[in-house]
């Protein structure tokens, strides 16, 4: 199952902005093979496939970070 906007708003919402530090948090984007990507832009983008069910899609576009983060000591 995927992931919805609504479903993402929810988990921003509810899990993480409650939280100064998580409001100030650099945001990146784990791939499957461990690397860390930062969070560059979030697009909403129309989709052009006729007879599709989705015809929105939430695109998240990310690039290397400029600079390493140390290591992950704890998930809160």
């Known amino acids: 199952m995927s992931l919805t906007g609504r479903m993402l708003d929810h988990i921003i919402h509810e899990k993480f902005m409650k939280a100064e530090v998580a409001k ?10 461990g690397e860390m ?18 015809t929105h899609r939430l695109v998240m576009r990310c690039q290397k970070p400029l600079w390493k983060m140390g290591k992950i000591i704890g998930k809160l």
């Open 24 to 33: 100030n948090a650099r945001v990146q984007i784990e791939l499957p093979n």
């Open 37 to 54: 990507y930062d969070l560059t832009d979030i697009l909403l983008l129309e989709n052009t496939i006729v007879g599709d069910n989705e």
